[in-house]
């Protein structure tokens, strides 16, 4: 029931938003506003249904988005992108940091307000970037290579505020800090194993034997799979999905794959933006 209201609501609100030129995003998110418990109370936010679905959108969006990035791509800005993501990060904690102490903070509150304000929504943004057409420009690569760079910086972000709370030892953090990279590698060895020795044979074989259906299914399967393991890593369930599509960019079922999910995505992300509000 409440993903029937949520959606139903999203998207006459969003059609409404594009109506009047603001983003179908914008409407989706009063559409939650307004049917949630703040406001007519018909969805609860106790409910994990929807969260579960919601996540959903945002591993296949990550996954489409891997899926567009080839190996060429990933070159041209893969070095500059994470050097970016890195100083954005630093200097935008740093400086949100410095003005909530201006305005009366104490040191820990004041950096955990910028650990906040550093990270943004990668689903939002990459939404709002392909709905503008701008995702495949020199600015849109490099806004997603930082808002990637924003997903890894989770970890380090609440080790940071952990210590400055004072509940743990440096030695530990650091212990922390060395085993969640060891995490990463081991995702991305995993993901990408699989994703380049084993699914592109199995939608060989699917393909060959003319079921149209399947070759869906065993992409969103492997989308939703890939994060899941990232997100049991302790790292982040979007760029789990993300590394799954990164692998199968050069398969030659890439553009099919981008094509079938596209349409899944839209209805999932929708639920996702409305969950927000």
């Not at 969260?51 to 070095?79: K, M, P, S």
């Not at 050097?83 to 949100?96: D, E, K, R, S, Y």
């Not at 808002?147 to 910086?153: F, M, P």
Request: charged fraction near 10%; charge should be negative; aromatic fraction near 4%.
């Amino acid at each position: 029931t409440d993903l029937v209201i949520l959606l139903s609501a999203a998207s006459l609100l969003a059609v409404v938003a594009e109506r009047i030129g603001l983003s179908a995003i914008v409407g989706s998110i009063i559409a939650g506003v307004v049917v949630g418990p703040g406001v007519l109370g018909w969805v609860h936010n106790d409910h994990l249904e929807v969260q579960y679905v919601a996540e959903f959108g945002v591993a296949l969006l990550l996954f489409t988005i891997g899926l567009e990035i080839t190996r060429d791509r990933l070159r041209a800005f893969g070095l500059p992108g994470a050097g970016a993501g890195v100083l954005q990060v630093g200097l935008t904690t740093i400086i949100a940091a410095v003005c909530a102490m201006i305005m009366g903070w104490p040191a820990a509150g004041a950096v955990a307000i910028g650990a906040m304000v550093a990270l943004s929504s990668t689903a939002a943004v990459v939404r709002t970037l392909t709905d503008s057409g701008h995702l495949e420009s020199a600015h849109g690569r490099m806004a997603l290579a930082m808002l990637l760079v924003q997903d890894l910086a989770i970890v380090p972000l609440v080790l940071l505020l952990t210590v400055i709370g004072g509940t743990v030892e440096v030695n530990e953090v650091a212990a922390e800090l060395g085993s969640a990279g060891l995490r990463m590698i081991g995702a991305v060895l995993i993901i990408g194993l699989v994703a380049v020795l084993l699914l592109p044979r199995l939608l060989q074989s699917l393909l060959l034997s003319g079921n149209r259906e399947l070759p869906v299914v065993l992409a969103v399967v492997t989308g939703v799979l890939a994060a899941w393991l990232s997100h049991e890593m302790g790292l982040s369930a979007a760029l789990g999905a993300f590394i799954a599509g990164l692998a199968l960019a050069n398969s030659p079922f890439a553009r099919q794959i981008r094509v079938d999910v596209t349409g899944l995505k839209a209805i999932f992300l929708t639920i996702f933006f409305a969950s927000i509000g």
